[in-house]
T-cell receptor, first 111, second 112 residues
């Protein structure tokens, strides 16, 4: 089984809809992250969490919210999706001695 | 000036060539440096993780960090078609990367 899983893997939705992307990990890491990747822009950090009670905004948090339900689960929500949120979304966890480990990604299209 | 600069390529080489991938950065506080490989429609995969200046080797891959020049490199020896992917450099000030700053990635194509 994969260490970091994301659901759904693909999602098409309409402008104004609420969307939730889910991430689960079996690596036992405390730290989890959400990134988006756009062609030509690289990876940008949306939110990160050091433990269940510690959630922090990244560089592009506007329009997004997160929930850390447990050590192993970190969800990203788009309360009212807009077309420029069309992107590839990645969840990651980190080991202090070894860096960050990424999930397979969710391809989100907002029409 | 972007914090991390990386030539997007594409870079095309024949099988067996030595590949050199590079990033420059402006923030002298960066201490942790990483290289990720990303295949199309997949998540980034951690290849190399280094601290401060110096070299680190792992199989066909060698990572070099020159903090005095704010320059990092990834060398791939005996390149294979399976190495065809996008390579992302990433760096952070703190251990494990509170906030990893990524380059935009270099696309590599290795032809057989």
């Amino acid at each position: 089984d994969a260490d970091v899983t994301q659901t759904p893997r693909n999602r098409i939705t309409k402008t104004g809809k609420r969307i939730m992307l889910e991430c689960s990990q079996t690596k036992g890491h405390d730290r989890m992250y959400w990134y988006r990747q756009d062609p030509g822009l690289g990876l940008q950090l949306i939110y990160y969490s050091f433990d269940v009670k510690d959630i922090n905004k990244g560089e592009i948090s506007d329009g997004y919210s997160v929930s850390r339900q447990a050590q192993a689960k970190f969800s990203l929500s788009l309360e009212s999706a807009i077309p420029n949120q069309t992107a590839l979304y990645f969840c990651a966890t980190s080991d202090p001695d070894r860096g960050q480990f990424f999930g397979p990604g969710t391809r989100l299209t907002v029409l | 000036q972007k914090e991390v600069e990386q030539d997007p390529g594409p870079l095309s080489v024949p099988e067996g060539a030595i590949v050199s991938l590079n990033c420059t950065y402006s923030n002298s506080a960066f201490q942790y440096f990483m290289w990720y490989r990303q295949y199309s429609r997949k998540g980034p995969e951690l290849l190399m993780y280094t601290y401060s200046s110096g070299n680190k080797e792992d199989g066909r891959f060698t990572a070099q960090v020159d903090k005095s020049s704010k320059y990092i490199s990834l060398f791939i020896r005996d390149s294979q078609p399976s190495d065809s992917a996008t390579y992302l450099c990433a760096m952070s000030e703190s251990q494990a990367g509170t906030a990893l700053i990524f380059g935009k990635g270099t696309t590599l194509s290795v032809s057989s």
